[in-house]
């Protein structure tokens, strides 16, 4: 079983920016983690995810070019540096983490691997005012 522990939400105007962290703990983390977003009503979406043996990442449409994925694996802390902020971003943000260790695959594939609630945090809510 793995742990996340999401932290540095918060609110902020259009174009401002916000880091997320996440303390990972566990007997065994795999090497796919990402960030997923949820708005009330919708499904949730991947938004970052990043395979750390690569490094391999991958980014949805909505975010690329503004936010960026990145681990530090002295303290086990995966982050989200979101940048250029838009009422649109607003959401919980799940941090995710997978338990297995996966050898050999993409930033992409991890993306789908986390869709499962099981491997999420709590979450932080972001909330970008126009």
């Known amino acids: 079983q793995v742990q996340a522990a999401e932290s540095g939400g918060g609110s902020v105007q259009a174009g401002g920016s916000l880091r997320l962290s996440c303390a990972v703990s566990g007997r065994t983390v795999g090497y796919c983690m990402g960030w997923f977003r949820q708005v009330p009503g919708k499904e949730g979406e991947a938004v970052a995810a990043i395979y750390t043996r690569g490094p391999s990442t991958y980014y949805s449409d909505s975010v690329r070019g503004r936010f960026i994925i990145s681990r530090d694996s002295a303290s086990s802390t995966l982050y989200l540096q979101m940048n250029s902020l838009k009422p649109d971003d607003t959401g919980m943000y799940y941090c995710?983490?997978?338990?297995?260790?996966?050898?050999?695959?993409?930033?992409?594939?991890?993306?789908?691997?986390?869709?499962?609630?099981?491997?999420w945090g709590q979450g932080t809510q972001v909330t970008v005012s126009s």
């Open positions: 995710a983490a997978d338990p297995r260790i996966r050898d050999f695959v993409s930033g992409r594939y991890c993306a789908t691997v986390l869709a499962s609630r099981d491997y």
